[in-house]
T-cell receptor, first 116, second 110 residues
Framework: DTGVSQDPRHKITKRGQNVTFRCDPISEHNRLYWYRQTLGQGPEFLTYFQNEAQLEKSRLLSDRFSAERPKGSFSTLEIQRTEQGDSAMYLC??????????????FGPGTRLLVL | GQNIDQPTEMTATEGAIVQINCTYQTSGFNGLFWYQQHAGEAPTFLSYNVLDGLEEKGRFSSFLSRSKGYSYLLLKELQMKDSASYLCAVRDVATNKLIFGTGTLLAVQP
């Protein structure tokens, strides 16, 4: 099964440190989405890519956050100078995008970040 | 603005039927999704409605009324493994991003 994969699954860091997460979408899926989910809430949209182009960024994505998808395959999400409020589950989802994005988004297992 | 409402918690009995409601107010609408999420895991896709009416998939059915901004997820023959959070999400017409409600935590009791 080659579903969406994310790495690492868990990350504990100290406040002020930088962290980077990776997402590998389903093969040949050209749309990739990042979401953030805190306890007791639904996922909140952060940003999305069509191939290597980043097409939208949420206001939640402060200047400490940056996302890339350099070759239109895997994507990375970096958080600089982490704060305790960044503690959350970071979810990645992908779709094949052949129907103008009108397809189901399939989620990866998520990266759970804890900032101490 | 965008607002999606669903009950925070529900309890039901094994073998019974439960209906989880979702109401939404969004600036654009391009389909409504239901996802299941077990604690500590990623959301998994359950159903999708873009037109009014009922969609049935085994023990799960989902209904949509676009004029009322209303959907429900119906779970039949409840099993203990159905204990999970059920997320209602509306797809944004411009970007296809999903806008989620806070989720309904369903507890299935023996």
């Amino acid at each position: 099964d080659t579903g969406v994969s994310q790495d690492p699954r868990h990350k504990i860091t100290k406040r002020g440190q930088n962290v980077t997460f990776r997402c590998d979408p389903i093969s040949e899926h050209n749309r990739l989405y990042w979401y953030r989910q805190t306890l007791g809430q639904g996922p909140e949209f952060l940003t999305y890519f069509q191939n290597e182009a980043q097409l939208e960024k949420s206001r939640l994505l402060s200047d400490r956050f940056s996302a890339e998808r350099p070759k239109g395959s895997f994507s990375t999400l970096e958080i600089q100078r982490t704060e305790q409020g960044d503690s959350a589950m970071y979810l990645c989802a992908s779709t094949h995008g052949r129907n103008r994005g009108l397809e189901t988004q399939y989620f990866g297992p998520g990266t759970r970040l804890l900032v101490l | 603005g965008q607002n999606i409402d669903q009950p925070t918690e529900m309890t039901a009995t094994e073998g019974a039927i439960v209906q989880i409601n979702c109401t939404y107010q969004t600036s654009g609408f391009n389909g409504l999704f239901w996802y299941q999420q077990h604690a500590g895991e990623a959301p998994t896709f359950l159903s999708y409605n873009v037109l009014d009416g009922l969609e049935e998939k085994g023990r799960f059915s989902s209904f949509l009324s676009r004029s009322k901004g209303y959907s429900y997820l119906l779970l039949k023959e409840l099993q203990m493994k159905d204990s999970a959070s059920y997320l209602c999400a509306v797809r944004d017409v411009a970007t296809n991003k999903l806008i989620f409600g806070t989720g309904t935590l369903l507890a299935v009791q023996p």
